[in-house]
Nanobody, 113 residues
Framework: QVQLVESGGGLVQPGGSLRLSCAASGSIVTISTMGWDRQAPGKQRELVATISRGGSTNYADSVKGRFTISNTKNTVYLQMNSLEPEDTAVYYC?????????WGQGTQVTVSS
């Protein structure tokens, strides 16, 4: 059974930074993409960032220039700088293979004074 364990969320003031980590354990043969989604109260779940097996990245327009996604073989990271109140949400990491997708349990990020 594959498990994704998220860490790094918390409370931060506007303009601050957080680094989220998502560590995968268990048997994963081939990873196609890793990424992060988020969902704020009353809003739809949205893509934040993805990174492919080849290293190409994709970001939501709202976070371009502020967030950076990176990964090792078993862990995906999201460096979040210049955080804004609008970034407040539960952040979910995921790992996708050719046939299956796995999701973390979510970690709360709150940006507030």
């Amino acid at each position: 059974q594959v498990q994704l364990v998220e860490s790094g969320g918390g409370l931060v003031q506007p303009g601050g930074s957080l680094r989220l980590s998502c560590a995968a354990s268990g048997s994963i043969v081939t990873i196609s993409t890793m990424g992060w989604d988020r969902q704020a109260p009353g809003k739809q779940r949205e893509l934040v960032a993805t990174i492919s097996r080849g290293g190409s990245t994709n970001y939501a327009d709202s976070v371009k220039g502020r967030f950076t996604i990176s990964n090792t073989k078993n862990t995906v990271y999201l460096q979040m700088n210049s955080l804004e109140p609008e970034d407040t949400a539960v952040y979910y990491c995921y790992v996708r293979t050719w046939s299956t997708e796995y999701w973390g349990q979510g970690t709360q990020v709150t940006v507030s004074s």
